[in-house]
């Protein structure tokens, strides 16, 4: 059973991100706020549930929440700055979208930079703990999927419709093979026999 919140009666957002340990596509993140008597069979951890009950799930979410957002950090930005300031840029932009300012921020994960003046705490497996990183887990997941999943026809032998830009072999051997594109992150080894950003 997940717990409803971790300040009672505070105005609580769960964040959290997905596409971190991609080498293509942008990372995306979410910031949730949920009733306090939010229920559902099946939220959980998004990776601990298939794809059918992320996808029922979703909408759920979106209709239920007091308040929701997803924003994303693009690979050219995640070059520059690195995955961790990217992932923490994204959810302060989802925060940023937000339709009411939360008071309080539980974050998935050990470390976060401040969001303005907002209190938080980090939630080491958060995502699988709190109703509000659950559901934040379960939208940037979802987001992240359907848009590497639109990318599919331009570039098929990247088989991002499965793997949604994660390093899987079939994905490193295409990228070996046909080089990179634009949707590649520069700044990760994409073939552990390259130094870092050869092929770009």
Known sequence: MLLPYFKKGA???GCDEAGRGCIAGPVFAAAVILPADFRHEFLNDSKKINRKQR???RPVIEKEAVSWAVAKVNPSEIDKINILNASFKAMHLAIDKLACRPEHLLIDGNRFKPYQSVTYNCIIKGD???NSIAAASILA???????MESFHKRYPYFDWINNKGYPTERHRKAVLENGPCIHHRKSF????SWEQGQLF
């Open 189 to 192: 080894r994409l073939h552990p």
């Open 55 to 57: 996808d029922a799930l």
């Open 128 to 130: 699988g703990k709190y």
């Open 141 to 147: 997941k979802t987001y992240r999927d359907i848009y």
């Open 11 to 13: 105005l609580e957002a």
